[in-house]
């Protein structure tokens, strides 16, 4: 079973709007959520990320918001650039086993110029 | 800047070969990490340790061994490989629980 969740295979939006990318999970022992950002030929690369005891963290054009209730968390990206063109994965760990994430299966983010 | 290295790149190999994927990090990292990344399927663990020459099973094991000989070096073993082990692989480094995990370029592993 999919223990954390991205709804979105692939997103495309215009250059300028707000990207938004959802990801659920299961699994209500998860207290912390990074989210990893991959560009094609490369490795992930460690975006930002959130602990569940907030419920926003923002850095620059990324904020991540948190439900806990619902077991959903999003990130947006304001202002996309094409440059903001890649594959974003949710991933999430219990503070028990923080060195063990669990990742979803990726969103793929096209932003048309 | 924390640095994990992986080699071969590519790999063509024949079913029922045997193959060796290495990785090298510089980070003095604790835990290392093989994953396997599938359209579809996104990243998954196979392997981790957190320590030398100790490892651990992941979530998809079965068909990989893994060696932890010194803090810096992870290989992945592939006994006898299977056209179902095409796939792009991943390492990774971290420090300890929670921290950021580092990824490598990935190895492009193509079993025929």
């Known amino acids: 079973q999919q223990q954390v969740r991205q709804s979105s295979q692939s997103l495309t939006v215009w250059e300028g709007e707000t990207a938004i990318l959802n990801c659920s999970y299961e699994n209500s022992a998860f207290d912390y959520f990074p989210w990893y950002q991959q560009f094609p030929g490369e490795g992930p690369a460690l975006l930002i990320a959130i602990r569940s005891v907030s419920d926003k963290k923002e850095d620059g054009r990324f904020t991540i918001f948190f439900n806990k209730r619902e077991k959903n968390l999003s990130l947006h990206i304001k202002d996309s650039q094409p440059g903001d063109s890649a594959t974003y994965f949710c991933a999430a760990s219990t503070s028990n086993m923080g060195y063990k994430l669990t990742f979803g299966t990726g969103t793929s983010l096209l932003v048309d110029p | 800047e924390a640095a994990v290295t992986q080699s071969p790149r590519s790999k063509v190999a024949v079913t029922g070969g045997k193959v060796t994927l290495s990785c090298h990090q510089t980070?003095?990292?604790?835990?290392m990490y093989w994953y396997r990344q599938d359209t579809g399927h996104g990243l998954r663990l196979i392997h981790y340790s957190y320590v030398a020459d100790s490892t651990e099973k992941g979530d998809i094991p079965d068909g990989y061994k893994a060696s932890r000989p010194s803090q810096e070096n992870f290989s992945l073993i592939l006994e006898l490989a299977s056209l179902s082990q095409t796939a792009v692989y991943f390492c990774?480094?971290?420090?300890?629980?929670?921290?950021?995990?580092?990824f490598g370029p990935g190895t492009r592993l193509l079993v025929l």
């Open positions: 980070n003095n990292h604790d835990y």
């Open positions: 990774a480094s971290s420090g300890g629980n929670q921290d950021t995990q580092y």
